[in-house]
């Protein structure tokens, strides 16, 4: 019924369905990869502009709302925006690297933001290999004690991994782990260019067989499960994903939104359609031709592709963001 329905009405009525608020660039933890500009200029958000912002969201049906960062949890009042968003009614993800979620923290966060889902960033099945990555010792064993405690609490959990040539050997036992602590591990990737063009993070591109393997467990655990459920699966009309093929669904039925007010198709296109400081979020999303455009990017990606199966950075996928920033690296590279 979502997809065949509920998804089918967003997009032919073109709602604002979901919507990413990076909260700030700031972090407690160092990895080594991470993608966030941190000297990006601009005025931050204020609390009342964050209010306003989820009214107009509200008033615009919008249903999912995602608070990430940097690191969500050392903003100010990030309980204080959790809270309001529960109050209204959304759909609520929290995307955290984990290491702010003391036992204190995540019953606040159960009781006063009562998220549908806690995304915790997992860099390795051991101290050696997470702590490599974060740069912060004893952040492994800080991440498992919590995840621990959030179970406990009644916190619905999800573990996040980026391959990396550091942490590839430990791709089973990363998910093994995720079992073993309730929280099911899935990969994103790939490592990429930072958002202003440094190309440092590629010193730890995976090897493209690394993507095969885990392409490979994910298919063998989606049989598993679908052998063991017993319920058959809903039919979805032919006609539900009528629409012209693209390499993602940007620009279609979500923004995200920066610690500095501008309103961009995706976190990593870094490219605003308008600043909250001067609009709202129904007019840049109402009239901003930015939409339109990063959707008909995707839609000649797909096109170029020619029905082949993406790769890009060996990973098996296609991302506009990254061909940019790719693209913007080559261009620093060429300055003399």
Not at 115 to 134: C, F, I, M, N
Not at 146 to 152: C, G, I, P, S
């Amino acid at each position: 019924m979502y997809h065949d329905q509920i998804l089918r009405r967003v997009r032919t009525q073109r709602l604002l369905h979901d919507v990413t608020l990076e909260l700030t660039y700031g972090c407690n933890l160092d990895c080594f990869f991470c993608y966030n500009d941190r000297d990006k200029p601009g005025t931050p958000l204020s609390l009342e502009q964050y209010r306003s912002l989820l009214g107009d969201l509200a008033e615009m049906q919008t249903l999912f709302l995602m608070l990430t960062g940097g690191e969500p949890m050392v903003h100010p009042h990030f309980f204080d925006i959790g809270r309001m968003a529960r109050e209204l009614g959304f759909v609520v993800r929290v995307r955290t690297n984990g290491h702010l979620l003391s036992p204190r923290r995540v019953e606040r966060l159960r009781r006063e933001v009562d998220p549908y889902l806690v995304e915790v960033s997992l860099h390795g099945a051991s101290a050696e290999v997470h702590d490599r990555q974060t740069r912060v010792r004893g952040s492994y064993e800080r991440l498992i004690r919590h995840l621990e405690h959030a179970q406990q609490v009644g916190l619905r959990c999800m573990m996040v991994a980026t391959p990396t040539a550091w942490n590839e050997h430990q791709i089973e036992d990363m998910i093994a782990l995720g079992d073993q602590l309730g929280a099911p591990l899935r990969f994103q990737g790939p490592v990429a260019p930072r958002d202003n063009g440094d190309v440092e993070p590629l010193s730890i591109q995976p090897a493209p067989e690394t993507w095969d393997r885990i392409a490979a467990l994910v298919a063998q655990r989606q049989a598993r499960k679908a052998t063991a459920d017993t319920q058959p699966l809903q039919q979805i009309s032919a006609d539900a994903d009528a629409e012209t093929p693209a390499t993602c669904s940007v620009g279609v039925a979500g923004v995200d939104i920066d610690p500095y007010g501008n309103v961009q198709a995706c976190m990593h296109l870094q490219q605003s359609a308008g600043n909250l400081h001067q609009q709202s979020i129904a007019e840049i999303w109402n009239h901003s031709p930015l939409f339109t455009r990063a959707r008909r990017r995707a839609i000649e990606a797909a096109a170029k592709l020619d029905g082949q199966p993406p790769r890009q950075l060996g990973a098996p996928l296609f991302c506009l963001a990254v061909e940019e920033n790719q693209a913007k690296s080559c261009g620093n590279c060429s300055r003399p």
